[in-house]
C-alpha cells in the first residue's frame, strides 16, 4: 500500500530528473574551476555519462545513491510501496552500470563515479578528481 495517492505520487515522480540535477551541477562547476572542458549529452559507445572528457577520453558519473543502490544510509533504503518493483529497476540499474563500465575500460577509457553522498564534502570530491585527472 503507498502512502500517497495517485495523484500525489505521480506529481512527485514527474519531479525527478535525470538530466541536469543538482549533484550534476555541482560537479560540473566544480571542474569547470579547475579548467576542464567537458561535453554533455553525447553518448560513448552507447553509453550515456554525465560529463565526457573526450580530451582524456574519460567520463564521470554522478550518480544517486537511491537510484545506483549506494553502500551508504541514502542507497540502503528499501521502499515500502511496491518493494518489488524498486528492487528489479535498482538491481537492473546496478547490472547496466556494471556493463557501461566494462565497455569503457574495453575501450580505453576511464571513468570517475562521483556518489551523491559524497557532494556533502566538496574537499574530498575535488581531491578525487583531482588524482583522476592528475591535476
Not at 29 to 45: D, H, Q
Not at 52 to 80: A, L, N, Q
Request: proline share 3%.
Amino acid at each position: 500500500m503507498d502512502v500517497h495517492n495517485p495523484k500525489v505520487r505521480s506529481f512527485n515522480m514527474s519531479q525527478i530528473k535525470s538530466k541536469g540535477t543538482k549533484p550534476e551541477l555541482i560537479v560540473r562547476k566544480l571542474c569547470f574551476s579547475k579548467g576542464l572542458r567537458y561535453r554533455l549529452n553525447k553518448k560513448i559507445y552507447n553509453i550515456s555519462a554525465d560529463l565526457i572528457f573526450p580530451k582524456y577520453k574519460s567520463v564521470i558519473f554522478v550518480h544517486g545513491c537511491f537510484w545506483h543502490s549506494h553502500d551508504c544510509k541514502y542507497g540502503r533504503v528499501k521502499p515500502k510501496s511496491n518493494a518489488e518493483f524498486w528492487n528489479r529497476k535498482r538491481g537492473d540499474t546496478c547490472i547496466r552500470d556494471q556493463r557501461n563500465q566494462t565497455k569503457l575500460i574495453e575501450n580505453d577509457w576511464k571513468y570517475l563515479i562521483i556518489w551523491e553522498c559524497e557532494l556533502k564534502n566538496l574537499e574530498n570530491v575535488s581531491f578525487k578528481v583531482n588524482n583522476f585527472f592528475d591535476l
